[in-house]
């Protein structure tokens, strides 16, 4: 099981991807929990993740999110901007496993 | 252009870093958040209680009668939304220190209440509802600041009383809060003692004066509004996020302006104010998202020629409808697009100068206070901030068809180009 996480202003634009992102994770036959939060959200949810991607609207984010990441021992990235204008959930999700990889 | 655009990047990261992750910013933000259920309760019961013909339909008894009986539904909610943020900022500032946080939030708010009079009129022994909404809004903010970091400070001097191993969790934690809680509130007590010897008399009416009032007068107006609109699309087509960045500075002036129109709306009189949170919110945002991309999208279904664009359309055009536009910005895309710049950054300016003129001359109602969710589709928010006139409507609907037509030079070229590297594509395969 995979869970991922993505964190925007509000979580409403990173829920677009989300359901693109599912249905990306359905059809390879990856089990996998994808969320959206808010901002101010995805500090306590990292607990819950093996992976926190930003929204590139939020990029500034990511110095200080990495401090918390480390500490949950999970990634963290920001999402491709390409990728999220054309809400490719296969690409972010290629991402996000790749990230999770890494880190074993 | 390049090299000057990485520069510009490069400056206004840091920006956008030092303000979103600013402790006192974010507090407030938070703070805002917090209040934010409540506003839309009251704002929901505040267009209830103004539905348009019920005073064809109803006498002005029962009229009156009926919007006294919702009147509390708002009173108890967005008329006094200032105590909220109050209770966010604390909340929230304290939480952030890793110290009991609700002890932040109660200390906020009777700090707060002991800078303030405790009298209207001759009348001792009350706590005039308008200093817990507008007026006392910037007091407010920070008040809460001060005294979450006052009790911090306290807290971190560990003059707490020990409690013996074996007392319960609970009981020992509200006696250690007892010290800090003692010391934060003297300090603002004797504040309140000393204002009352200058010619300000009390704390709420110094920072009114010397703070409050110059920078609402400053935020509502139209030059500083056409500034702030072009930081945040700036911001934007650098695939920052404006809003996010630029409104904890300003939610502050935005819902105090909001505020002062509710008051006057209830109350029947002229509204004071143009530029209010809803003016940003229903007018600029409320139009497919940051910098109106329902006109875009508009656009194009009706010019797009190339795959890519119209496929955007169909991505983007649904979500567009409730103002989230991530898909058009980042997917036309705008992000730092030379094409897109002009139209980008001159499509709001127009809108603001448009709906502002409109407004101050009278022939669209000011916002009347009511906040509507910046999710509501165009149209019908318009609607609901105008306080239910169909002319809030109307000029969403002119807007957008100006934003269309600025756009539409630019969408052109930009299909065009598309089209032709497609068209370059499938020939060479």
């Known amino acids: 099981m995979k869970r991922i996480l993505l964190a925007c202003s509000s979580g409403m634009s990173t829920s677009l991807l989300v359901s693109k992102m599912k249905d990306a994770a359905a059809e390879k036959g990856i089990e996998a929990e994808i969320w959206a939060v808010a901002q101010?959200?995805?500090?306590?949810d990292m607990a819950k993740a093996d992976v926190l991607l930003i929204g590139p609207q939020m990029r500034f984010l990511k110095k200080k999110l990495s401090a918390d990441a480390e500490k949950a021992g999970i990634p963290l990235d920001v999402i491709d901007p390409v990728a999220y204008g054309r809400?490719?959930?296969?690409?972010?999700?290629?991402?996000a496993l790749e990230l999770i990889e890494k880190n074993k | 252009m390049n090299k000057f655009m990485e520069i510009l990047e490069n400056s206004l990261l840091p920006i956008a870093e030092k303000l979103?992750?600013?402790?006192?910013?974010?507090?407030?933000r938070d703070g805002f958040m917090v209040a934010l259920p409540l506003i839309i309760f009251g704002s929901i019961f505040v267009v209830i209680a103004n539905l348009p013909f019920l005073d064809k339909v109803l006498s002005e008894d029962s009229l009156a009668s009926y919007q006294n009986a919702l009147g509390p539904a708002s009173s108890a909610t967005l008329s006094i939304m200032g105590l909220f943020v109050i209770i966010g900022i604390g909340y929230k500032l304290t939480q952030h220190y890793g110290l009991e946080a609700i002890y932040g939030a109660v200390v906020a708010v009777a700090s707060f209440l002991i800078l303030n009079p405790q009298q209207l009129d001759e009348v001792t022994g009350v706590i005039p509802t308008a200093i817990l909404g507008a007026q006392g809004m910037f007091l407010g903010i920070f008040t809460a600041f001060i005294s979450a970091e006052l009790y911090r400070f306290f807290v971190k001097k560990n003059w707490t009383i020990k409690m013996p191993p074996g007392v319960p969790d609970s009981v020992s934690r509200s006696f250690s809060a007892l010290i800090p809680i003692t010391l934060t509130l003297t300090i603002f007590l004797i504040i309140r003692i000393l204002f009352s010897f200058t010619s300000f008399d009390?704390?709420?009416?110094?920072i009114y004066t010397i703070i409050q009032q110059p920078l609402t007068s400053l935020g509502s107006s139209l030059p500083a509004t056409i500034v702030v609109v072009l930081l945040i699309q700036l911001f934007w087509f650098f695939g920052l996020h404006g809003q996010i960045i630029m409104n904890s500075v300003l939610d502050p002036i935005w819902y105090a302006l909001n505020d002062e129109n509710l008051s006057a709306f209830q109350a029947g009189s002229e509204l004071p104010n143009v530029i209010t949170k809803q003016f940003m919110d229903t007018f600029l945002v409320g139009m497919g998202g940051t910098g109106m991309t329902l006109g875009v999208v508009i656009l194009i279904f009706l010019i797009g020629k190339s795959r890519q664009t119209k496929e955007l359309g169909k991505l983007g055009g649904p979500s567009g409808i409730f103002n989230v536009n991530e898909p058009i910005i980042f997917g036309l895309?705008?992000?730092?697009?030379?094409?897109a710049l002009i139209p980008w950054l001159l499509a709001p300016v127009v809108v603001t100068i448009i709906t502002y003129v409109s407004m101050s001359i009278g022939l669209v109602p000011k916002p009347a206070g009511i906040i509507v969710p910046w999710t509501t589709p165009i149209g019908i928010s318009g609607f609901l901030a105008t306080g239910n006139s169909w002319r809030g409507a109307a000029l969403q609907i002119v807007n957008l068809l100006v934003v269309m037509i600025i756009w539409w030079p630019f969408l052109k070229v930009l299909d065009k180009n598309y089209y032709e590297t497609e068209k370059e594509a499938t020939k060479a395969a």
């Not at chain 1, 101010?40 to 306590?44: E, R």
């Not at chain 2, 979103?20 to 407030?28: G, H, K």
């Not at chain 2, 895309?333 to 094409?339: E, G, R, S, T």
């Open chain 1, 40 to 44: 101010d959200k995805a500090v306590t």
């Open chain 1, 87 to 95: 809400i490719d959930g296969a690409k972010v999700l290629n991402t």
């Open chain 2, 20 to 28: 979103n992750n600013n402790r006192y910013l974010a507090a407030l």
């Open chain 2, 333 to 339: 895309p705008i992000i730092m697009n030379p094409l």
């Open chain 2, 202 to 206: 009390t704390v709420q009416n110094f």
